[in-house]
């Protein structure tokens, strides 16, 4: 009983002298995590209610009247459907094409690091000076694009700056910067498939490669998938430097997207309180696809 | 009694001590002042404040200039705001023309006008009346004017004589140019024949609008003021550098690198680019400028560009230095040196009158010398009202991209860009 009666206290002291501790050491990761995570983002959705421009004295509470405005301004829904189109053009692209070069990679006996190395030069390089070098390749008259198409007997045409082909420049450009990325994780996915498994198909009569596909690598691959369509989806949806750098979102807000809406709206326009209303939808749509992969695909790819 | 007195001197001789210390100190901060003067586009600028700085360090020794840059307008228009906002601005700031009309509407740009009164007639200081008006917007001189630029033609001396142009007498008029454009457009190999910097901003439109003697809102500023004849006037001169001349669908940048490759006949931008656009040139082809062409010779003006600086510093000794460096580098030998280190345009009447400063300069780079020409009939660049001003300007981008890409007539382009702009003005009460 008494031996009880002062053990208790003990315990609970020790108790609260580790939760104590862990507290003390979670600390500068909380407090770094409040003011540069949290509390920035609570600012940012306490503007998007208000009617705040930079330069101006104080502001007013204008309630949903920004998210209102955005239904009727045609620069916001033409980069959210622009936005649509690059991600539906992007994530494919980038997942389909990593996948197939990972797998002629992974087949082939030589030359891995060095293919590996290439494709992923564009995940290391600077997206703003590497614009720079797109913007050459495409240029409608000196570009060695053009100039190649011509000598089959083709004009070209003018690759950045023509509305009609401008979106489609623009995601040829995210597909190359997001393969090497991809591919890479593709690559360390098939290395970790059980070589056992390929034998045991060979030994249950599996005819060809497309079916050793089929049954083996694609179902195996299911969770590097997942995770490479989340990372190219949040990757693709935050397109920014190649449309600053390239097109200014135009011609006619043919190139504008989201990010370059919110930026062009807070900084060029200096509408603070609306550029942050379109943050939270930015936001809402990024969390809104990590949640669907996370929750509904998740799953479906795991095995063990 | 004794012990407090003591006491109490020894308190006061604490207290003493330090202020002793500090006496010099003080004294020395009250001799020199330090100021904080930002500027944009360093890569142009940059060459010209340094000379200003090293020369202004040596007549007033007593004043520290730091200095702060920003890459473009845009974002030095984005710092000046951020800091109103947290009250760390700099002393002194040069902003591009059409953002100045925020800062006077939002009341962070001081107004000049007393301080100038204060010198004497604006005018014998080089200040002539309509360089002053570069700088008033609000109602207020909201700047100095410090670098002006005004659009120019250049053109490929070698193109034009393929086509069977005389380099010599370069085309006056538009009906000239597009004839000649669209000859030297027909060379192929990829030539082609113009450029028109159409896009960026709404300021080469306002170069045809007021080339035809229009204006963009009407003179109380309460509707727009290209819904006339002069408005559809100028789409319809965009539609013809299409059609008739074959103006390609580029972007500024694209256009530059090809009028540089010798790919291009001319390009219509500003002046301000003519140091660039020799260094990009080098030795692929002749290259000459010359004025716009000339729509109406009796009304027709033209846009300036350029930088003006406006005052920000509250504190009275720090005014008083930014002041002293503003009309340091606004005079004409501020101008004198701002002119050979950039080729913008002087914004000082003496440095453009008298020869002493610039003569030798416009002689050996004549290039530079047909935006000098341009300056009696150039006019302020217009800045919309409100808080929208900004956004009017691509408004009319968006909508000229619906003509070069032939996809609207002038007409309705000019009726939806009045419509548009209508609703992003201010509403008067």
Redesign the interface.
């Known amino acids: 009983m008494s031996d009880l009666a002062i053990a208790a206290p003990h315990r609970r002291a020790a108790g609260t002298g580790e939760a104590m501790a862990a507290w003390a050491l979670t600390l500068p990761a909380a407090i770094a995590y409040l003011l540069m995570l949290l509390l920035p983002t609570l600012a940012t959705a306490a503007l998007a209610f208000t009617d705040y421009e930079l330069g101006l004295d104080g502001f007013r509470w204008i309630g949903l009247g920004n998210f209102a405005e955005m239904l009727e301004d045609r620069g916001f829904l033409q980069s959210l459907r622009n936005t649509l189109v690059y991600v539906g053009l992007v994530t494919p692209g980038s997942i389909i094409g990593a996948l197939l070069l990972a797998l002629a990679i992974e087949a082939g006996t030589r030359g891995r690091t060095l293919f590996r190395a290439v494709f992923f030069l564009p995940v290391v390089s600077l997206s703003v000076a590497m614009a720079a070098a797109w913007q050459y390749l495409l240029h409608p008259t000196i570009g060695p694009l053009n100039a190649a198409l011509r000598v089959i007997g083709i004009e070209g045409p003018a690759w950045l700056s023509s509305s009609d082909t401008v979106l489609l420049s623009l995601a040829a450009i995210g597909i190359w910067e997001n393969l090497g990325f991809n591919l890479v994780l593709f690559l360390a996915g098939l290395t970790a498939i059980p070589r056992e498994l390929y034998a045991a198909a060979a030994v249950d009569g599996v005819p060809s490669a497309w079916e050793r596909f089929r049954l083996v690598t694609w179902p195996l691959l299911g969770p590097t998938t997942l995770f490479v369509l989340t990372i190219t989806m949040i990757r693709s949806v935050r397109v920014f430097d190649t449309v600053v750098v390239l097109t200014q979102g135009g011609p006619n807000k043919a190139s504008q997207v989201l990010l370059y809406t919110l930026y062009e709206e807070g900084f060029t326009y200096f509408r603070i309180g609306y550029s942050a209303a379109i943050t939270l939808v930015f936001l809402g749509i990024v969390l809104a696809s990590m949640w669907l992969q996370t929750k509904v695909l998740d799953k479906r790819v795991h095995y063990a | 009694m004794d012990t407090t007195i003591s006491r109490r001197a020894a308190i006061r001789v604490a207290w003493a001590l330090p202020v002793g210390l500090a006496m010099p100190a003080i004294a020395r901060a009250q001799a020199g002042t330090t100021i904080t003067v930002h500027y944009a586009q360093p890569f142009i600028y940059k060459d010209s404040y340094d000379a200003i700085l090293a020369e202004f360090a040596k007549r007033e020794p007593s004043i520290k200039v730091n200095t702060v840059t920003t890459p473009n307008y845009?974002?030095g228009a984005?710092l000046?705001?951020?800091q109103?906002?947290t009250n760390q601005l700099p002393d002194l700031s040069y902003q591009g023309f059409n953002r100045l009309r925020?800062?006077a509407e939002?009341g962070?740009a001081q107004d000049l006008a007393p301080l100038l009164r204060t010198e004497g007639e604006p005018v014998k200081a080089g200040y002539s009346p309509n360089l002053l008006a570069l700088g008033q917007f609000g109602g207020i001189q909201a700047g100095l004017a410090y670098a002006a630029s005004n659009p120019i033609c250049y053109y490929n001396a070698g193109l034009v004589k393929r086509a069977g142009g005389d380099p010599d007498n370069f085309p006056r008029d538009w009906d000239g140019v597009l004839a000649l454009a669209a000859k030297i457009d027909t060379l192929g190999d990829?030539?082609?024949g113009l450029w028109y910097t159409w896009?960026g901003d709404d300021w080469m439109f306002s170069a045809l609008l007021f080339g035809h003697g229009g204006r963009m809102l009407n003179a109380d500023e309460t509707d727009v003021g290209f819904a006339g004849p002069e408005g559809l006037a100028s789409l319809k001169l965009i539609e013809r550098m299409v059609k008739q001349a074959g103006m390609?669908?580029?972007?500024a940048?694209?256009a530059r690198?090809?009028f540089a490759?010798g790919?291009?006949g001319m390009i219509f931008q500003t002046t301000a680019l003519v140091r660039g656009t020799v260094s990009g040139v080098g030795q692929n082809f002749e290259l000459r400028t010359t004025g716009m062409p000339v729509i109406d010779a009796e009304k027709g003006r033209l846009p300036t560009g350029g930088a003006a600086g406006m005052l920000c510093a509250k504190d009275p000794a720090k005014r008083e230095a930014a002041w002293k460096f503003l009309r340091f580098s606004t005079g004409p030998e501020g101008q004198a040196m701002m002119v050979k280190n950039t080729g913008y345009l002087p914004c000082n009447q003496i440095a453009i009158d008298d020869p002493q400063y610039l003569g030798q300069f416009y002689r050996e780079n004549p290039l530079f010398v047909p935006s000098v020409k341009q300056i009696p009939i150039s006019i302020p660049w217009y800045a919309f009202p409100g808080?929208?001003s900004?956004?009017v300007t691509?408004t009319m981008?968006?909508?000229l991209?619906?003509i070069?890409?032939s996809r609207a007539t002038p007409e309705e382009v000019q009726k939806d860009m009045a419509t548009e702009v209508r609703r992003l003005l201010p509403r008067k009460s």
């Open positions: 845009e974002e984005q000046i705001l951020r109103a906002a925020i800062f939002r962070i990829g030539t082609d896009n390609p669908n580029l972007t940048a694209a690198q090809a490759a790919k291009l808080s929208n900004v956004r691509q981008v968006d909508n991209a619906r070069v890409e």
